[in-house]
């Protein structure tokens, strides 16, 4: 139970820095340091359960998770991003804001 609870703080934290680095990264798909945190925690809990998932329902081990929490926590928040980035566009060419 307590190793779980580790390994879960750990896709969190590691999911919010991927975040963050993936925003540093892609300037333009940037949510601000508050929202790419958050997308990034989302992701890197999604990134982290995938992981293990992949490895059979056992523990893909700490490098593994956190590997995985990272990715999962940077390819989300490029996602939300560009989505955002393509609706503030369209909204811009439609003529609404």
């Not at 190793?3 to 999911?15: A, K, P, T």
């Not at 940037?30 to 982290?48: A, D, H």
């Not at 490098?63 to 909204?91: D, F, N, Q, R, Y």
């Given at each position: 139970?307590?190793?779980?609870?580790?390994?879960?703080?750990?896709?969190?934290?590691?999911?919010g820095v991927g975040g963050n680095l993936a925003a540093a990264i892609l300037k333009?798909?940037?949510?601000?340091?508050?929202?790419?945190?958050?997308?990034?925690?989302?992701?890197?809990?999604?990134?982290?359960?995938?992981v293990n998932a992949m490895a059979g329902g056992e523990p893909a081990g700490l490098?593994?998770?956190?590997?995985?929490?990272?990715?999962?926590?940077?390819?989300?928040?490029?996602?939300?991003?560009?989505?955002?980035?393509?609706?503030?566009?369209?909204?811009?060419?439609?003529?609404?804001?």
């Open positions: 139970m307590s190793n779980m609870l580790v390994q879960v703080i750990l896709s969190l934290i590691s999911g333009r798909f940037s949510l601000g340091p508050v929202g790419n945190t958050i997308v990034g925690l989302i992701g890197g809990g999604l990134g982290g359960q995938l490098l593994g998770s956190i590997a995985g929490s990272t990715v999962g926590g940077g390819v989300l928040m490029a996602i939300v991003g560009l989505i955002k980035s393509l609706m503030s566009a369209h909204a811009q060419t439609s003529g609404r804001l």
